[in-house]
Structures are given as C-alpha cells and as structure tokens.
C-alpha cells in the first residue's frame, strides 16, 4: 500500500517568505507527527496530532511555525517570515493508534 | 532531561565483517527504545524496537540490538555487513508507556561506510 507522501520534495524560498509543507499519511493512521532534520543530526521533533487536534507542540521552535490537520488526515505544516537557520528537512509520520511511527521521505526547504 | 548520545559520528568496516553501534541514552525510567536506519533519498526505516522482554531484539536485514540497563545501552549488531548497508543509523528513544501519541528522541546518528 501507498506509505507516508510528502510534497513538495523540495522547496527554495527567499527569506521573509511564508511557505506550506504537506504531509499524506498512511490511510486510517489516527496519529501523525512533524520532526525537522538539520545537516548532520537526528530528527528534531516539532509537533504531533491525534485525530483533528495538537496533541503536543511543545518542539514548535516559535510562533512563525504553525501545523494544521482539519479534517484528521492530510496536514500542512506552516512557517511565516522564514529565516535562513529554518533551512533543513522536515519529515512527516503517521502511525495506527498504537504502534510504530512510518516516516515520509522529507522536503527539504532551503531559505535563501 | 532525557538524551540518547550516539558517540561514533562515522564508522567505516570491511564488507563481510561484524558490525556494532553504540548509543547510550538517558531517561528517567527505561524508555522504549528504536534504531532507523536512513538511506540516501530514502525515509527513515524501523529497524528493530524494544519495549518490554527479552533484552535481545531482532530485527530486520539481519540486525540484533542488546538492552543493558546497568550501562543505559541500546548497541546494535550485524554479524556480517553488506555495501548495501551503508547508510545512516539512528537510536530513538519514547517515554515509558510508550504509544503512538508520543515523540520519540532521536541520537545524532551515525554514518556507516562499507569498505569493499
């Protein structure tokens, strides 16, 4: 079946540009997460939903990051005034309502 | 805080020999415990998980990690490695009572190289 899908693979944006990630999760997995991967770390967790609500943003660096889930599927992460230092991978995953977390391939996002 | 610590940022090994990451980690309680393995271009894969059990997991491609609680130790293994297992490998750690609604911590990973 079709894994975790994330588009766009890749994103340039200027500085002080707003832009939106999405995410598509596995079909019928209740949870679904955000991590931002940085060169040459591990992945940095940001946010995670169960159903339509944000279950723990507690890794949403700041108030310009902002991830939406409305109808309990498909989500959108969101980063307003983007800044140099946001450039890195932001990887998206979903898992069953109890169980092990599937990862997407990531977009990378490069603010110029 | 909690922490998992991967002290080997790139190891490089023979093709056909035995293979052993380390990754420590730091946690109120023992948490659950994963390694991933990235590959170029690719997501993050499950390797092996322990929750709760025997202390020796296994795992997929051949890979076994050990639990050791005295040393806060997660290591994993491969008997014998093959070029298609050079990638990234990272050990994660979720809070105990672990279940889809929670992150995982993931360590700094470490770069395996296979040398032919």
């Known amino acids: 079946g079709a894994g975790v899908s994330q588009t766009p693979s890749n994103k340039v944006t200027e500085k002080g540009k707003y832009v939106e990630l999405r995410c598509d999760p596995i079909s019928g997995h209740t949870a679904l997460y955000w991590y931002r991967q940085s060169l040459g770390q591990g992945p940095e967790f940001l946010i995670y939903?169960?159903?339509?609500?944000?279950?723990?943003d507690s890794g949403l660096p700041n108030d310009r990051f902002f991830a939406v889930r409305p109808e309990g599927s498909v989500s959108t992460l969101k980063i307003q005034r983007t800044e140099r230092g946001d450039s890195a991978v932001y990887l998206c995953a979903s898992s069953p309502e109890r169980g092990e977390q599937f990862f997407g391939p990531g977009t990378r996002l490069t603010v110029l | 805080a909690q922490s998992v610590t991967q002290p080997d940022i790139h190891i490089t090994v023979s093709e056909g020999a035995s293979l052993e990451l380390r990754c420590n980690y730091s946690y109120g309680a023992t948490p659950y415990l994963f390694w991933y393995v990235q590959s170029p271009g690719q997501g993050l894969q499950l390797l092996l998980k322990y929750f709760s059990g025997d202390t020796l997991v296994q795992g997929i491609k051949g890979f076994e990690a050990e639990f050791k609680r005295s040393q806060s130790s997660f290591n994993l293994r491969k008997p014998s490695v093959h070029w298609s297992d050079a990638a990234e490998y990272f050990c994660?750690?979720?809070?105990?009572?672990?279940?889809?609604?929670?992150?995982?911590?993931f360590g700094s990973g470490t770069r395996l190289s296979i040398r032919p």
């Open positions: 939903f169960q159903g339509t609500g944000a279950a723990d």
């Open positions: 994660a750690v979720g809070p105990p009572g672990y279940s889809s609604a929670s992150k995982i911590i």
